[in-house]
């Protein structure tokens, strides 16, 4: 699957310490994906909407984060099955 997407987000770093920065993500926007049929659900369609939360914690030159992810058309054509997608990542900064 290959997704394009354009959306408006916002990251807080809110330094709790030197060492240590939580973060704070979110965001609404439009993806346009090549195939709207994924793992048995029909999307209707290539443009979707795309709303995003997450958040994480950057520990110096250490990064952890969790996303959640929703796609769908906002029922603006029928079936909308939609697809909801959690993500970790765990990221070192050199």
Known sequence: MAVLSLRCSNI???PASRAVFPTIE???GV???NDYYIDGRNLSS???LEDRLGGG???N???LNFRYMHYSNASLKEPNDGIDIFIG???WLF
């Open 26 to 28: 979110g965001g609404l």
């Open 89 to 91: 990542t765990i990221s």
């Open 61 to 63: 030159n250490f990064d």
């Open 31 to 33: 993806a346009c994906i």
């Open 46 to 48: 290539n443009l979707l």
């Open 12 to 14: 807080y770093l809110i």
């Open 57 to 59: 914690f950057r520990f």
